[in-house]
C-alpha cells in the first residue's frame, strides 16, 4: 500500500468557519508533510512533521494549524481564512530515515475554496 | 533564497519527437528530484538523482544530474501521447523539497 488518502477532496468554506483538513497513511512513515499549491504554481511547503514533532513551519500564518495526533494521521485546521487562502491542499510522506533521498508520496489533495 | 528554474514552461510537440526539459539553480540540492503531476492529483516521483553527473534512465526518459549539483535535465525521446502532463522537479536539502514552476508537456497525436 503506497496511498496517502485525503479527505475531504473538496471544501468550500466561509471566512469565519473552522474546518479541518485530514490526511492518512499506513506505510508506517514517519514524516509528513503539508503543501499548499496554487493554480498553475508549483506546490510550496508548508509544515513538516518527523515523528510526531513539527520539525518545519515554513512561516505560515497561524489561521493554519498543522496537527499531528499520530505515525498515520496528520491534520490541518483551519480557522478566519482568506479567499487568498483558496487553492490545492497537498499532504505526503516520507520513511523519514533519510531526508535528503526519500521518496515523497503525495495525496490527491483538498481542492479548497474560501468565500 | 533558494529557486529552481524550468525551462520552457510550456511545450507542444507532435508524437515522435524528443525533448529536453531544464532545471536550473544556483544552489547546491543534496538531491534533485523529477515529479509528473496530473490534473486533480498529487505529484508522482519519477526519479531521485544524487550523485554530480549521475545519469539515470526510466523507460524512454534520461535524467541527468549536473557536475555541481545545482542543475538537472529530463531528456524525453520519441513523445507519447500519454506523456501528456506538468513536470516538476524538486531540489531537495533535508526535509526540505523545493518544487520548479514546471514544464506543461502537451504531445499530440
Known amino acids: 500500500d503506497t496511498e496517502v488518502t485525503q479527505t475531504p477532496k473538496h471544501l468550500v468554506m466561509g471566512m469565519t468557519n473552522k474546518k479541518s483538513l485530514k490526511c492518512e497513511q499506513h506505510?508506517?512513515?514517519?514524516?509528513m508533510y503539508w503543501y499548499k499549491q496554487k493554480a498553475k504554481k508549483p506546490p510550496e511547503l508548508m509544515f513538516v512533521y518527523s515523528y510526531e514533532k513539527l520539525s518545519i513551519n515554513e512561516s505560515v500564518p497561524s489561521r493554519f494549524s498543522p496537527e499531528c495526533p499520530n505515525s498515520s494521521l496528520l491534520n490541518l485546521h483551519l480557522h478566519a481564512l482568506q479567499p487568498e487562502d483558496s487553492a490545492l491542499y497537498l499532504c505526503?510522506?516520507?520513511?523519514?530515515?533519510?531526508?535528503?533521498?526519500?521518496?515523497?508520496?503525495f495525496g490527491p489533495g483538498t481542492w479548497l475554496t474560501v468565500l | 533564497t533558494q529557486l529552481l528554474e524550468q525551462s520552457p514552461q510550456f511545450l507542444s510537440i507532435q508524437e515522435g519527437e524528443n525533448l529536453t526539459v531544464y532545471c536550473n539553480s544556483s544552489s547546491v540540492f543534496s538531491s534533485l528530484q523529477w515529479y509528473r503531476q496530473e490534473p486533480g492529483e498529487g505529484p508522482v516521483l519519477l526519479v531521485t538523482v544524487v550523485t554530480g553527473g549521475e545519469v539515470k534512465k526510466l523507460k524512454r526518459l534520461t535524467f541527468q544530474f549536473g557536475d555541481a549539483r545545482k542543475d538537472s535535465s529530463l531528456h524525453i525521446t520519441a513523445a507519447q501521447p500519454g506523456d501528456t502532463g506538468l513536470y516538476l522537479c524538486a531540489g531537495v536539502r533535508g526535509f526540505k523539497t523545493i518544487f520548479g514552476a514546471g514544464t506543461r508537456l502537451f504531445v499530440k497525436a
Open positions: 506505510m508506517g512513515h514517519r514524516a
Open positions: 505526503a510522506s516520507s520513511r523519514g530515515t533519510n531526508q535528503n533521498t526519500d521518496t515523497q508520496y
